[in-house]
Structure formats: structure tokens, C-alpha cells
């Protein structure tokens, strides 16, 4: 039978770089549509859980698919595989305009639909997200097999064409974070990073067609379709059934555990890593930078016919998985919860403890599709989409099964167990010293993390004993721990807030303010309560708004009185997206207070800072309304002076005033003059109970006096502007989360 020549070097140099600009596209529109989806529907876990299920299902979908349909496409049409990849690529850029248009369509649809814990709620966002991102994602798991099977038109012998370019894939998406997270959305904004990213998916369809018109030029286009079918029968058995289940059973197993483990290490690492976009981006960054380095292992030893047994990496895969568990222990933690900046050499350990188990899961995967499929492209598609399918269940089942109930650390080991049951099954074939070292260091291992290994929160438990309560849910591990006034609250080992005045006068000073008797309050963001319950002193109309559940059930560890204030007739309690919550209500408020989690540069917080947010806050304002901002900076830190900018563009008003504490501004925006009033004047519009509360840590019995101390010291707005009137926030440009380039040229 006539056999077509193997690719030529340069055509393979072609088709390495095509997968390499596809894996990074993908990262870029995975960063972004996140992103997107976040500020349409809420900062919630199950937002964040929908968008990466959909995403990774229509990735399982489009390889089912794409592997089982080419060769009939192929037939049909005497076109080159080429072709519909190209086609792929092109649909898949067509997303990065359809889906910013699809949250928004979606968005109005949902708005009154209840909050976002609510079943409804959440059932019927499943739905817009689905509806908005599976097209795109189906395209882009299509590319492997389509991809493949152009391979084999060129050479039906060539059995290794999966991990070829998956190795492509995963550098090419390790490039895409990189340059999203620090290039591309600081200097562009998310909408034209995701025009960025659909020019690389036309420029592969471009270069694609070429590909395949060459070959129809060279006088080939009639073997392509013999050639795909006859390669799709000739690697039909690469590997015995047996094998071939024990191999679709570890694919789907190192998926749900790999995507589990790396959501329970974003928790876990926290207290390092910090906040910042960047703190996730550092994990996947190292997460496919280890797997790169593994699957190029891969590829060399298959080069040399000497890849490593399923009987060394199993048992090696298990084995490295212990050493996140180990190496997060409280003495690498930071200890300085209030800090936003990362704690560097712990960083690099942690990041180092992740890349052997990263590394040897690049190894085996390639290697186990490349024995199940043999270049087969409906087989890798196939095998591909059950890895996949692990990787969607993985992380929903962190989330909703493992980490509201049990610590970090014991749901890592939790989620080693299957990979022990595959080395039980493999354990005839171990050598004899394998049979004695691989339970005995597991057993070693395993006694360790249990016994001699604390995680952070377990820690602080023991040492503060009832002085600690420590919460659980699917949104972050909430800790109250201390006495007295040095008493913090933690979420995910990060200080939120502490038993501070500047709490007080979040809703104090706003209040005073207002022209007339005020009725009603929103205060955004519950923090240890401080707020709503200075509020709720007013005997006004009170409603908080919090996004992790745990944080109000804590409101007790920081307040005898909790109770009272939780009960109060005129206080409610609403746990929800701030943002979203005011989306959704027709309800229109004297004041709005919001109180960003800190730090200012954190993942996340641009949402709360930017036009459109103020834009929306004033729609929800009454007649003379003022939304207080709280801004945890200096009034000439950059990222401060670009929030005031936002707040200044939306309200012709604006007042600035610095914190009780010496730290941070409190920046009041309305729509009509806000009154310049002398401090004894303030003080006679607060209620008895709000003056009580004003006074309750201050150092003096006189309210005026107090109140003075931040009065006297106002800002000009002029002075807390930068010149630059382009420097602001916005939802498509987070100026206050995305800052490394400029730090780096600054210095």
C-alpha cells in the first residue's frame, strides 16, 4: 500500500508552533472569560466552578467528538483534516467576541432570579454559562483529534503524535497565563486581550489552510481520506483490553485528582501567597511549567526507546503528592496576616513542592493516551475526554465535598487514596525491595502528614484553644482568633479587619453628613461586624452584604452583644456579591458604605473600585445620597489616586478624609453638595446609641472632639487625584490589580 512520506522538519516546526499559540489562546480566554463571568455574576465559588466545568466539558466533548467524527468528515468531503482545524481555530476566536455579549444578554435575564446561594440562582447561571462558553469550548477540544488526524494522513505509522503536541499545548498555555496575568490585561484591558488572543486563533486557521492547500497542490488530496480511515483501523488495538481499562481508569483518576489537589493549594497557599492575581497565576504557572518539563521527558525518552513503567511513576506520583501537605506547615506560613506582599522564600518552597508531582503527571499522561490511542486520533480523543472528564468532577468535588467539612491538609491525603489503590494493583508487578518500599515509605509518609503535620488554621486552634473558632465552606476557611482588641479575622490566612474605629466612622461619617434624617443604609462587605452594627445604632433601615457565609457566623467571636444586633428588626443580613446584590435590588439607599477586602491591589477588589461600580452605586442612591469608599492605601499611592479617579468621574462631589487610625481614606461621593459642617454640629445629627457607639474604643467622652480629629484633617480632592485622567479603574481595565509592569519600569 502506498504510504505518504513522515512530516518533514519544517512541518513539524509548523504544526509545534500552531498548538503552541493554541494552548496559549486557550489560558488567555480561560484568565478573562473567569474574570468576565465574575464581574457579570458575582465573586462566588460557584461561579468560579461553572466556568471551569464548562470549560473543561466542552473540552471532553469536542475530543469525543472531534475523534469520532473526522474520519467520517474526511470521507465526505475529500478535505484534509487541516481544514477543520482551521475551521475550529476560527470559531474559537469568533468566542472572544460572542461571549463578553453572551454574559450580558444572560446577565439581564438572571437579575431577578434570587440571591446567588440560592438554588435558582445558581442552577440558572449554570445554564447562561453554558449556553455563553460550551460552543467555544467544544472548538477547542476538537483540535487534538482534528489535529492528529492530519498526522496521519502524512505518516499513518507515526503513533506519538498526541504527546507531540500536547507538549506544544501545555507550553503554549503556560506562555498564556504568564502574559496575561503580566503583560497583556495591565496594558491592554480584558476585551483587547481577548482580541489578542482571537488573532492567534486566525492566524493558526490562516496558516492551516495553507497546509492543507499545499498538500492538495502536491497531489495528495486523494489519499487523505484512505488515509485517516485506514490509520484509524490500523492503530486500533494499541494496547490489550485489559490495559487499555486499567488506562482510561488512571487518566480519568490523575485528572480528578490533579484539578482537585490544585484547587485545595490556592486555599492552602493563601497565607503566602497573598491575595493578588497573581498569586493564582503563580500556581498554574507552575503547575504547566512542571508538566512541560515532564512531557518533555517524555518525549525524549520515547525518543530513545526507554520511557518510564506505569509500575516507577504511580508509585512516584503518589509519593510526591505528600509534599504540598508537608511543606504548608504554620513555621513556612507567613505570620504577618496583614501583609499583602508574599512571603518569597516560603513561595518558592511551595511552588517547589507541587513541580515533582506536576512534572511526573506530564510524563504519564502524553505516555498513557500515546499507548491507548497509538496516533489513533478517535482513541486520544476518546482518552483525552475522560482525563478531561476528571478534571471537571475533581475540583467540584474539593469544593463542595472536602473543604467546607475537613482542613486542607487532610483533604490532600484524601485525595491520595486513589492513587494508592493503583499502585495496590500494580503491586505483582514490583520488584522485591518495590513490594517493601513503596507501603513502607507511603506508611511513613502518610503517619507524617497525620501526626506530625498541622495546617494553618489547625495550628492556631490548638495554640488559642477557645480563643479560636475556626468555619468552613465552600468559599474559604474563615478564622477568629485572639482577645480583646488584638482579636483578627482571617479568611483563607489573610487579615480581613481588625477591632478598629475606622470601622466606625465607615458609617459614621457618611451618615453625619447627609442632609437629611437618614432612613436607610447598605453597608457592603460584613468584615467582624463592626459596621452593620454601628449602623444598625443609627435605628435606621440596615442591610450587609457578605460574600463568604462564614464571616457573619463569626460576628459573635468579635461581639458579645452579636446577638442583639443579628436579631435587630431593622438589620439584615444578605449573604451575596455586593456588586451583584445591588444589581438585582430596586431598592434605593441614603448611604452606601463599601469596604473592600484588603488589601488594594487584592484579586477581585477592582470590582468594588471601578466606574461602573460607582455608576451603579449611584443609580441606588437616594436624592442627596453619598457612597463612603473605603480605600486601604495613602491618598498618593497610585492605585488609591486611580479609584478616587473612578469616584470623581461619577460624582461631581467628592470629599476625602483621612482614617481615625493615621491610615487610609475614607472618600465620600454624591451627586449633591455634601455639607461642610464643624464637628459639634456632626455630632448633634448622630442618635444617643450612635454617638454610645462612635465613643465605644475612643479615648475620650467628648463625640465633637473625636469627630474633629478627622475633620480637621481633610484632603483636597485635587490632591488626591493623579494628573493623568487616564489613570482609574474600570471593569475592563483593574488599573489597582494588575501592576507589574509598572512597578518593574517604575524601578
Known amino acids: 500500500m502506498y504510504r505518504v512520506a513522515a512530516l518533514k522538519p519544517t512541518t513539524r516546526r509548523i504544526l509545534f508552533f500552531l498548538f503552541f499559540l493554541s494552548g496559549m489562546s486557550s489560558l488567555v480566554y480561560q484568565v478573562v472569560w ?32 472531534g475523534g469520532r467524527g473526522i474520519a467520517s468528515l474526511v470521507r465526505r468531503t475529500g478535505r484534509s483534516a487541516v481544514f477543520f482545524y482551521a475551521a475550529a481555530e476560527f470559531v474559537i476566536g469568533l468566542g472572544a467576541f460572542a461571549v463578553p455579549q453572551l454574559f450580558v444578554m444572560g446577565d439581564r435575564w438572571l437579575l431577578s432570579s434570587g440571591g446567588t446561594d440560592s438554588f435558582s440562582y445558581l442552577s ?3 445554564l447562561v454559562l453554558a449556553i455563553s462558553l460550551l460552543p467555544w469550548c467544544v472548538a477547542m477540544g476538537t483540535t487534538f483529534p482534528f489535529m492528529m488526524a492530519f498526522i496521519r494522513e502524512c505518516d499513518r505509522q507515526q503513533e506519538s503524535s498526541f504527546s507531540f503536541l500536547y507538549l506544544a499545548n501545555v507550553l503554549g498555555a503556560m ?12 496594558v491592554l484591558g480584558f476585551h483587547h486581550t481577548l482580541w489578542v488572543a482571537a488573532a492567534a486563533n486566525f492566524t493558526i486557521a490562516l496558516i492551516s489552510c495553507a497546509l492543507g492547500w499545499q498538500q492538495q497542490r502536491s497531489g495528495r488530496r486523494e489519499l487523505t481520506a484512505e488515509n485517516v480511515v485506514a490509520g484509524a483501523a490500523a492503530a486500533g488495538e494499541a494496547a490489550s483490553p485489559r ?25 492552602a497557599f493563601t497565607p503566602v501567597l497573598k491575595t493578588q492575581v497573581y498569586s493564582f497565576a503563580m500556581i498554574v504557572f507552575a503547575y504547566l511549567g512542571a508538566t512541560f518539563f515532564g512531557s518533555w521527558l517524555y518525549r525524549r525518552d520515547r525518543k530513545a526507546g526507554r520511557t518510564l513503567p506505569r509500575k516507577v511513576l504511580l508509585p512516584a506520583l503518589t509519593l510526591t503528592a505528600f ?14 496576616h496583614l501583609s499583602s506582599n508574599p512571603h518569597w522564600p516560603s513561595v518558592l518552597l511551595l511552588l517547589a513542592g507541587i513541580a515533582p508531582f506536576c512534572a511526573l503527571l506530564g510524563y504519564l499522561t502524553p505516555g498513557l493516551i500515546d499507548e491507548f490511542a497509538g496516533g489513533n486520533p478517535a482513541r486520544a480523543g476518546r482518552a483525552y475526554a475522560l482525563n478531561v472528564i476528571g478534571c471537571i468532577l475533581g475540583p467540584l468535588f474539593a469544593c463542595y ?3 467546607p467539612y475537613i482542613s486542607e491538609k487532610n483533604a490532600l491525603l484524601i485525595l491520595i487514596l486513589p492513587l494508592l489503590v493503583f499502585c495496590f494493583q500494580l503491586r505483582h508487578e514490583f520488584s522485591r525491595w518495590l513490594k517493601w518500599a513503596i507501603p513502607g515509605l507511603t ?44 482579636k483578627l479575622l482571617l479568611v483563607n490566612g489573610m487579615g480581613m479587619t481588625v477591632l478598629s474605629p475606622i470601622t466606625k466612622f465607615m458609617v459614621h461619617l457618611p451618615l453625619a453628613h447627609f442632609q437629611k434624617p437618614p432612613q436607610s443604609i447598605l453597608v457592603i462587605c460584613f468584615g467582624m461586624g463592626t459596621s452593620y452594627r454601628s449602623a444598625v445604632s443609627w435605628g435606621i433601615d440596615t442591610t450587609v452584604v457578605e460574600l463568604v457565609p462564614s464571616v457573619p457566623k463569626s460576628f459573635g467571636f468579635f461581639h458579645a452583644d452579636a446577638d442583639q444586633f443579628v436579631h435587630a428588626p431593622n438589620g439584615h443580613i444578605v449573604v451575596d456579591d455586593g456588586r451583584r446584590f445591588l444589581r438585582r435590588t430596586a431598592k434605593k439607599y441614603d448611604v452606601i458604605v463599601v469596604d473592600p477586602p484588603p488589601p488594594v491591589e487584592a484579586a477581585g477588589s477592582s470590582l468594588l473600585f471601578s466606574k461602573e461600580f460607582c455608576e451603579l452605586a449611584k443609580a441606588h442612591l437616594q436624592s442627596g445620597g453619598i457612597l463612603q469608599m473605603w480605600l486601604p492605601a495613602d491618598p498618593n499611592d497610585p492605585n488609591c489616586q486611580a479609584a478616587f479617579r473612578s ?16 491610615w487610609g481614606v475614607h472618600a465620600l461621593g454624591s451627586m449633591d453638595p455634601i455639607p461642610t459642617l464643624d464637628s459639634q454640629t456632626l455630632a448633634t445629627r448622630m442618635p444617643p446609641g450612635a454617638q454610645h457607639d462612635l465613643l465605644e474604643w475612643a479615648e475620650t467622652t467628648n463625640a465633637p472632639a473625636y469627630l474633629n480629629q478627622v475633620l480637621s484633617h481633610e484632603y483636597p480632592v485635587k490632591a488626591c487625584l493623579n494628573p493623568n485622567a487616564a489613570i482609574k479603574v474600570t471593569d475592563d481595565s483593574p488599573y489597582n490589580e494588575y501592576y507589574l509592569l509598572r512597578h518593574w519600569f517604575r524601578h
Open 647 to 662: 469616584m470623581e468621574e461619577s460624582f461631581p462631589y467628592l470629599r476625602c478624609f483621612p482614617s481615625i487610625a493615621g
Open 175 to 186: 506562555s498564556g497565563v504568564f502574559l496575561a496575568a503580566v503583560v497583556l490585561i495591565e
Open 34 to 65: 473567569t474574570r468576565l463571568a465574575f464581574a457579570t455574576f458575582g465573586i462566588i465559588t460557584p461561579v468560579l466552578s461553572v466556568v471551569l466545568s464548562v470549560f473543561m466539558a466542552g473540552l471532553a466533548v469536542g475530543s469525543w467528538l
Open 124 to 126: 440558572l447561571s449554570a
Open 243 to 267: 490495559q487499555a481499562g486499567m488506562i482510561k481508569w488512571i487518566l480519568f483518576s490523575t485528572g480528578f485528582v490533579a484539578m482537585a489537589m490544585e484547587v485545595v493549594w490556592t486555599r
Open 323 to 336: 509534599l504540598p501537605a508537608v511543606l504548608n506547615t504554620p513555621a513556612i506560613v507567613s505570620t504577618n
Open 443 to 486: 506508611a511513613v509518609a502518610m503517619a507524617w502528614s497525620l501526626f506530625r503535620v498541622h495546617d494553618f488554621a489547625d495550628t492556631l486552634q490548638r495554640y488559642y484553644g477557645d480563643k479560636s473558632a475556626v468555619r468552613r465552606d465552600y468559599t474559604a476557611t474563615v478564622i477568629a482568633y485572639g482577645e480583646g482588641p488584638a
Open 401 to 403: 465535598g472536602l473543604l
